[in-house]
């Protein structure tokens, strides 16, 4: 297991895989109170003779000499801000050797600082090892992450206590993320989030598909019936004592997304195992607060469905009857999305939350529109303003986009009161707008996380290849500022 402590031990006598520093602007090792003036001075005359940088997130390797560490990591902390120092560390988590077993970390910074540096080692060093036959084991040989010991110098309990919840929940989300649809489907999904809920205080409803059917969740049941395994709705709720009020939180949980009938071509399918991502995000919001205690109420709704061709699968001109009465005509079987989230919004929303936001990979024209790395966020104005706010406090880019009402026209239907897509022009916003229709004057924000949730490209900063955990760290920053506020 991953574990993160203090320490006060002077740095030279610490037997470790690898101690990491820092390094100014100026090229400087960033000398740290607990680590001596002999070991300072051998350290910094290699790093002068390296030209150690000190650009965010550069790296130099020494070997650790005089020290008990077997290496040092140098990384450049750039501007020394707390989004500097997230990226700089996941950089030099990636440097730490495979599998290292204890690495130290004496970064001179304030509680901030030192909180962020701590979130991006341990989401930098994050692997997912699963299904590779040669991956380390423990000694009772089971797949259980074999883990490292962080030991950070100058850091209080409370910052790393925090700091480990953080990124807990954004490696559960990347594991489910990277979980192939085979062993990822919305039974299994339900079952994950049910153990998780019992083991941490968190209430777990399962709406299984007798129960979808009969209190009329038929977007979720048009999405999953072309499926062998059937589709499920979660409900899962933190509620501590005295709370005084309460976010809804509602994921899109595709654990595959083939498009259905209106199929996608091969190429396209090969990242739509993250089409969960926003569940995924949804689910791990919800336990973090729990673990962190947070004095909020949260409620946070799965969506669950396989989206698959098949006899049984519904059809482009099919018409479904809403969870709530509101009747979609479905041309394209691929924005499914929408459908199964609709039901999610209406749902949630009966309970009266005091927001609801809903996150999904929703569609593939937010990555044109903002690209690879950067959310969109609609919905009402001010609720928008705090999701951004959220995201920026915590350097998950997030952009506010509109939600204009001339697509309204574009989602009208010839035969019901509306059709599940728009014209190809502003995809993410007319997706946006149909999703609206269904949150009647709720205060809400929708989050397209739809290329930012899964890297195709190869790891960077804190951010490996495969699924990223987009939206956690904003979500948790938006329930601790509401229930610190
Ligand atoms: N899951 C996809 C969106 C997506 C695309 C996520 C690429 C991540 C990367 C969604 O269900 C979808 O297929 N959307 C369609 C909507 C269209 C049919 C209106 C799309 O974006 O093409
Ligand atoms: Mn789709
Ligand atoms: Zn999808």
Redesign the pocket.
């Known amino acids: 297991m991953t574990s993160i402590h203090a320490t006060s031990d002077n740095l030279s006598t610490l037997t470790a895989d690898a101690l990491i520093l820092g390094v100014t602007a100026d090229g400087a090792i960033s000398p740290h109170g607990q680590l001596d003036d002999e070991a300072l001075a051998t350290l910094s005359e290699l790093a002068g003779k390296l030209d150690a940088s000190g650009k965010v997130g550069a790296t130099t390797v020494l070997p650790g000499v005089g020290l008990a560490a077997k290496r040092v990591v140098l990384v450049g902390l750039g501007d020394g801000t707390p989004t500097d120092l997230r990226l700089a560390a996941g950089s030099a988590a990636r440097e730490c050797g495979k599998e290292p077993s204890t690495v130290v970390i004496a970064i001179e910074a304030d509680d901030d600082g030192i909180a962020a540096f701590a979130v991006g080692a341990l989401l930098g060093a994050y692997r997912f090892t699963d299904y590779k036959s040669d991956a380390v084991m423990d000694d009772d040989a089971t797949d259980e992450d074999t883990g490292t010991a962080w030991l950070v110098a100058g850091a209080s309990a409370d910052t790393l206590k925090r700091a480990s919840i953080i990124a807990g929940a954004v490696a559960g989300t990347r594991d489910l993320v990277n979980t192939p649809p085979l062993d990822l489907f919305p039974g299994s999904f339900a079952e994950i989030a049910e153990g998780y809920a019992g083991a941490m205080g968190v209430e777990a409803t399962v709406f299984d598909v007798q129960q979808l059917a009969e209190e009329g969740f038929n977007g979720i049941l048009a999405v999953g019936m072309g499926s062998a395994r059937l589709p499920r709705l979660v409900r899962l709720e933190w509620k501590p004592e005295g709370a005084k009020q309460t976010v809804a939180l509602v994921g899109k949980g595709?654990t595959f997304?083939s498009?259905g009938i209106?199929l996608?071509p091969p190429k396209?399918m090969e990242?739509?195992k993250?089409?969960m991502a926003g569940a995924a995000a949804v689910m791990h919001t919800v336990l973090g607060a729990a673990q962190a205690n947070l004095q909020i109420g949260v409620v946070g709704w799965l969506c669950l469905a396989e989206?698959m061709p098949s006899a049984t699968a519904q059809r482009p001109s099919d018409v479904i009857r809403m969870y709530g009465g509101k009747t979609v005509e479905v041309l394209?079987t691929?924005?499914?999305?929408r459908l199964v989230l609709a039901d999610g919004l209406v749902r949630a929303i009966e309970e009266n939350p005091d927001v609801v936001l809903d996150i999904a990979?929703?569609?593939?024209?937010?990555?044109v529109a903002l690209g690879t790395q950067t959310s969109g966020v609609m919905g009402v104005d001010e609720i928008r303003a705090e999701v951004v706010a959220a995201a920026d406090a915590v350097s998950e880019p997030m952009w506010p986009m509109p939600l204009p009402q001339h697509l309204l026209k574009q989602l009208e239907s010839k035969v019901a009161d509306l059709q599940?897509?728009?014209g190809p022009a502003g995809?993410m916003l007319s997706?946006g707008v149909f999703l609206q229709q269904f949150v009647g004057d709720a205060k809400w924000a929708h989050l397209d996380i739809?290329?930012p949730?899964?890297n195709e490209a190869s790891a960077h900063g804190f951010t490996p290849s495969g699924g990223t955990g987009a939206g956690v760290r904003t979500l948790l920053q938006f329930l601790e500022n509401r229930a610190n506020a």
């Open positions: 595709i997304d498009g209106s996608k396209s990242t739509m993250s089409d989206n394209n691929d924005a499914e999305g990979t929703l569609t593939g024209a937010q990555g599940n897509i728009a995809g997706a739809a290329r949730a899964y």
